[in-house]
C-alpha cells in the first residue's frame, strides 16, 4: 500500500504542476513581456504596476537582463518589448530596420568623485585624459597629490557607449576597473579615497560628489538644450506589428502622466523636454518648434 | 493445474513494481542526461564559433593580455587576464581555506565529542545557505576597506577575493572532510592509543595521514565552488581585465567578466561568443576539478 500512496503523491504533484502552469496560459489576461536594460527597469516597473491597476486584464511582465538580451529577445520575437539604454542601430547583430523604436525617456550621466576629492569642476579635456590614463593624480587636475582610481562601466554597457561617445570621442579607455551597475560603482566611488566614475542623475547622493564639465552644471535643465552633453534616451523597441497591449502600454509611457509625474520622480528627463534631438548616428540637432 | 500455469505466467503485483520502477528512474536519467548534453553542446557549439566562425585564433585566446571583443576592426580576445585571476582566487581561497577546515573538522570528529559537533555543523551548513550576493556586499564594505587599510592599493584585486572564497569555500572543505574522517576506522585511533601515542600524535600521526585523499577530494571540490562562484568576487575583484602583477591590484575571473558582459552583448556577435568561449573554458574546468576527484577518491585507502 505504500508505494501506492507514493503513486498518488507523483500523480498529484504533477498534476499540481501541469494545473499551476496551465494558469498562466488559459486566463483571458492579454500579457505583455518586456525584457532589457537594467537602467529603464525601475521606471517601466513603476509604470507597469500603476497601468496595471488601472487597466483590469493586462498582465505587464518586467525583467532586467541588459540592453542586449533585450534588443535580441524582442527581435527574435521572445518578447513584446525590449528595453534598450542604446540605439538598435549601434548595436551589433540587431537588424533595426525589424524594429520599431520608442523614446520613452532621457537619462543624465555625469562624472562622480568621492567625496574627498577637493574639486568641482574639470574640463572635458582632462575628463578625458583621465579616462584614457593620460592623467593619474589628482594634482594634475587642481587637486592634492592623490592617485586617481578610475572605476569605468561594463563594456558594451549603455552608459558606457554613451559616456565614451561624448568624453572619449573615439580614443581607446584606460583598462580600468569595470563595474556593471549603478549601484555598486556609488557604493565604491563613496569608499574608495581618489575614486572617479560615472553615474546616471538619479543615483548622486550626498555621499558622493559630482563634477561639473567646463562649469555647466548635471542638472536636467541642462540636458533639455545640450549644454550638458552626456545624455541618452531609453528605448522601448517593438517589432514591426506589436501586439495591441504593447502598443497601449508604449502609449502610456509617453503619456503626460507618466512623463510629468513618474519619470521626473525616478530621476529621468522627461521625453517631451527635450529641445534637441540625438540621432542614431550620434548627432544633435535641434527639434523645430521646441523652442 | 492451468489456474496455476496462468496464475505462474502473469507478472506478480512485486515484478511489476519492480518495472514501474525501473521505467521512472530511466525517465528520469533521460531527462537529466538531455538537460547536460543541450547544455554541453550550447556552451560548447558558442565557445568554439569564437575560433571557427568568427576566426580569432585560439593561441592568441590563451596567451593574449587584451580583452575587448567588441573593438573594430580588430576585435581583441585574450583571456589570459581571466583565467589567471581565476586561478589565482581559487588555488588562494583553497591553500588558506584549508587549515582552517581541517582544524574545524578535526575539532568535531576527534576532539570536541557529540556537543560541538552538535553546535558546529549547523554553523558551518548555515554559511553555504547565504546567498552569495550578501557574501559580495559584505566583502564590498567591508573586506575591501580592510584589505586597503592593511596591504594598500584600492583594496579590490585578488587578495579581497581570496578573503571572500575562503569563507565560501570554508563549508564545503569542512563538512567533505568531516565525512571522510568519520570513515576513517576505529580501530585506527585504538590502535594508535594502545601503542601510548597521545591524542594529538593519533589525530596528526594516524587519522590525517589515512584522510588525506579525502582531504585532497575536499579541498578540491572547495575549488570548484570557488572556480564558479561569479557575484561575489565580481563585486570585490574590481574587474580589470588586467593580467595581475600583485595581489591588491584590480583583477578580474572568467566568472565576472561573464556576468558584466553578457547582457550588454546580442546572441551570434563575437562579443557574445567570446563570452561563451570563457563559459567553456569554466565548464571544462569543472570536468578538471570531477575527474581530479574521482583519480583521487580511487586511490583512497576505504
Known amino acids: 500500500m505504500k508505494s501506492f500512496g507514493k503513486g498518488i503523491l507523483f500523480t498529484t504533484v504533477i498534476a499540481f504542476i501541469l494545473v499551476l502552469s496551465g494558469c498562466g496560459t488559459q486566463s483571458q489576461k492579454k500579457s505583455v513581456t518586456i525584457v532589457g536594460s537594467t537602467a529603464l527597469q525601475p521606471l517601466v516597473e513603476k509604470a507597469a504596476a500603476d497601468y496595471q491597476v488601472k487597466h483590469d486584464g493586462v498582465d505587464i511582465t518586467v525583467q532586467g537582463g541588459g540592453s542586449g538580451t533585450g534588443l535580441s529577445q524582442v527581435q527574435q520575437g521572445a518578447v513584446d518589448i525590449g528595453n534598450s539604454d542604446v540605439y538598435a542601430e549601434q548595436q551589433d547583430g540587431i537588424d533595426a530596420k525589424k524594429l520599431v523604436d520608442n523614446r520613452v525617456a532621457v537619462v543624465g550621466m555625469a562624472p562622480v568623485v568621492n567625496k574627498d576629492v577637493p574639486i568641482k569642476n574639470i574640463s572635458m579635456l582632462n575628463l578625458q585624459k583621465i579616462f584614457t590614463g593620460k592623467i593619474t593624480n589628482w594634482k594634475e587636475v587642481g587637486g592634492p597629490n592623490q592617485k586617481i582610481v578610475v572605476i569605468n562601466r561594463a563594456q558594451g554597457s549603455g552608459i558606457r557607449k554613451s559616456f565614451e561617445r561624448v568624453v572619449l570621442k573615439g580614443k581607446t579607455a584606460l583598462n580600468a576597473q569595470e563595474q556593471d551597475s549603478n549601484g555598486t560603482v556609488q557604493k565604491i566611488v563613496q569608499a574608495t579615497p581618489g575614486a572617479i566614475s560615472y553615474l546616471s542623475f538619479s543615483y548622486f547622493n550626498n555621499q558622493i560628489k559630482h563634477l561639473s564639465i567646463d562649469n555647466v552644471q548635471p542638472t536636467a535643465k541642462n540636458v533639455v538644450n545640450d549644454n550638458w552633453k552626456i545624455w541618452s534616451y531609453e528605448h522601448m523597441y517593438t517589432k514591426q506589428n506589436p501586439s495591441k497591449a504593447a502598443k497601449d502600454f508604449i502609449k502610456y509611457m509617453t503619456s503626460e502622466t507618466v512623463q510629468n509625474n513618474l519619470v521626473s520622480d525616478l530621476g529621468y528627463i522627461s521625453i517631451h523636454s527635450m529641445k534637441v534631438e540625438l540621432t542614431p548616428d550620434d548627432k544633435v540637432i535641434p527639434i523645430k518648434g521646441a523652442e | ?302
Not at chain 2, 492451468?2 to 530511466?26: F, H, P, Y
Not at chain 2, 574545524?104 to 576527534?110: E, R, S
Not at chain 2, 594508535?192 to 584522510?211: D, E, N
Not at chain 2, 600583485?246 to 563575437?270: E, M, Y
Request: include cysteine.
Open chain 2, 1 to 302: 493445474m492451468d489456474a496455476v500455469k496462468t496464475e505462474l505466467m502473469k507478472k506478480s503485483k512485486a515484478s511489476r513494481q519492480d518495472q514501474r520502477g525501473k521505467l521512472i528512474s530511466l525517465f528520469c536519467i533521460f531527462l537529466i542526461m538531455l538537460v547536460v548534453l543541450s547544455i554541453l553542446y550550447m556552451i560548447t557549439s558558442k565557445g568554439l564559433a569564437t575560433f571557427f566562425e568568427n576566426k580569432m585564433s585560439f593561441t592568441d585566446f590563451f596567451t593574449k593580455k587584451v580583452w575587448n571583443p567588441s573593438a573594430k576592426p580588430q576585435p581583441l580576445v585574450g583571456a589570459l587576464p581571466m583565467i589567471v585571476g581565476s586561478f589565482g582566487v581559487t588555488v588562494l581561497s583553497a591553500i588558506l581555506a584549508a587549515p582552517f577546515a581541517i582544524a574545524t573538522a578535526v575539532f568535531m570528529t576527534d576532539i570536541s565529542g557529540k556537543r560541538g559537533q552538535a553546535i558546529l555543523q549547523p554553523v558551518i551548513e548555515l554559511l553555504v545557505g547565504i546567498p552569495s550576493v550578501v557574501y559580495g556586499f559584505i566583502g564590498l564594505t567591508v573586506v575591501v576597506p580592510f584589505t586597503r587599510a592593511v596591504f594598500g592599493g584600492t583594496g579590490f584585486g585578488i587578495l579581497s577575493g581570496t578573503f571572500v572564497l575562503f569563507v565560501m569555500v570554508l563549508p564545503t572543505v569542512t563538512s567533505m572532510y568531516v565525512d571522510s574522517l568519520k570513515a576513517v576506522p576505529r580501530f585506527y585511533r585504538e590502535a594508535s592509543l594502545a601503542l601510548g601515542a597521545t591524542r594529538w600524535q593519533t589525530i596528526y600521526k594516524v587519522i590525517i595521514r589515512a584522510s588525506i585523499p579525502g582531504l585532497l577530494t575536499a579541498i578540491i571540490f572547495g575549488m570548484a565552488r570557488a572556480f564558479g562562484e561569479a557575484l561575489a568576487v565580481q563585486m570585490v575583484i574590481g574587474n580589470a581585465s588586467i593580467l595581475p602583477q600583485d595581489l591588491v591590484s584590480p583583477a578580474s575571473t572568467l566568472t565576472s567578466v561573464l556576468t558584466t558582459g553578457i547582457g550588454n552583448t546580442v546572441l551570434g556577435t563575437l562579443p557574445n561568443n567570446a563570452l561563451w568561449s570563457l563559459a567553456l573554458v569554466l565548464l571544462l574546468m569543472s570536468l578538471v576539478f570531477n575527474l581530479l576527484t574521482r583519480f583521487i577518491g580511487k586511490k583512497g585507502a576505504f
